[in-house]
């Protein structure tokens, strides 16, 4: 009976786990993702779009905040620019788009999308 009623206890903590965690999720289009920026409290109503580039699909930068948002057409792509943009300004990234921008914005960003904030890196 205490063995039953532990399985239940565990299980139910299991079920309420999984039912709280949340994972950044993907953007079908800068517009989506400008959107999911500003619903997360850093202005994107606007977006003057970005140059073209080899592993960007598209990117552009926020009117009303200091934030450029990009977006990529697979994992591979992403990896590779994050080598690279991770080091020019603070960034966090989902899983098919990237932020870099304003250090507070971004921290903001890691929160409200929970997203991996993958610069300024904590020592």
Known sequence: MIRRRLGCVVLT???AF???SREAQSYESLSALSEAVSDAGVPCDRIEPGP???LVSASGSCNGSEVTIYMFDNAG???NWTKVGARLAPTVVGPNWAVTGDVT???TLADELD???VSPRNP
């Open 13 to 15: 903590a299991l079920l």
């Open 18 to 20: 999984a039912a709280c």
């Open 52 to 54: 073209k580039a080899e």
């Open 77 to 79: 792509a992403l990896e």
């Open 105 to 107: 914005a971004i921290e």
């Open 115 to 117: 997203a991996e904030l």
